[in-house]
């Protein structure tokens, strides 16, 4: 049962346009959201996270936006540069914002930039 | 060091031998994950350590997979008696307390023949 979903596999945008990476969930529990990427042969890096009373967060060229009531999610990356290609993780997780809660994955999605 | 850290990088062997793979947590971080991740799928979750408390065991996928964390730092996860499933990429990572977000090491291939 995949309870966080990443249904595009792979995504290519012009460099310098918006990237647009959806995530869905079924799990009404999750009240935390993060982004990872990650780069061949390394581990994942934190990009950006949500939390459940907020809508909209905001850092520099990456904003993820909240929509509870559709269980989605998405990561805009505006404006998309080179070094954005990677495969960009959703990622889920339940608690009460205590922090430290196991974190549930999507199956990613492989972002390429075209120069 | 600087990051979360894994030893080895790469591990291949052969279906039956037990194997051991290794993570040293970011200094002072309190909470040790691992997950794996199998060819085309997401990241899995297998078992989490939170200071001295029980670990969280739900994710593991069977009896053959144990992990340790000793003296609240590195921490070793152990396949017993593996199997060609087990092939995957196993990650690590830490976090400090109150903290969601995860900080990952680079990962163990394990290739299992």
């Known amino acids: 049962d995949q309870q966080v979903k990443q249904n595009s596999p792979s995504l290519s945008v012009q460099e310098g346009r918006i990237s647009i990476l959806n995530c869905d969930y079924t799990n009404s529990m999750f009240d935390y959201f993060l982004w990872y990427k990650k780069y061949p042969a390394e581990g994942p890096t934190f990009l950006i996270s949500i939390s459940s009373i907020k809508d909209k967060n905001e850092d520099g060229r990456f904003t993820v936006f909240l929509n509870k009531s559709a269980k989605h999610l998405s990561l805009h990356i505006v404006p998309s540069q080179p070094g954005d290609s990677a495969v960009y993780f959703c990622?889920?997780?339940?608690?009460?914002?205590?922090?430290?809660?196991?974190?549930?994955f999507g199956t990613g999605t492989r972002l390429t930039i075209i120069p | 060091g600087a990051g979360v850290s894994q030893s080895p990088s790469n591990k291949v062997t052969e279906k039956g031998k037990d194997v051991e793979l290794r993570c040293d947590p970011i200094s002072g971080h309190t909470a040790l994950y691992w997950y794996r991740q199998s060819l085309g799928q997401g990241l899995e979750f297998l078992i989490y350590?939170?200071?001295?408390?029980?670990?969280?065991k739900s994710g593991l996928p069977s009896d053959r997979f144990s992990a340790e964390r000793t003296g609240g730092s590195v921490s070793t996860l152990t396949i017993q008696r593996t199997q060609q499933e087990d092939s995957a990429v196993y990650l690590c990572?830490?976090?400090?307390?109150?903290?969601?977000?995860?900080?990952f090491g680079p990962g163990t291939r394990l290739t299992v023949l």
């Open positions: 350590f939170q200071g001295n408390s029980a670990p969280d």
């Open positions: 990622a889920a997780s339940v608690g009460p914002n205590f922090g430290n809660e196991k974190l549930t």
């Open positions: 990572a830490s976090t400090r307390e109150g903290q969601n977000e995860q900080f």
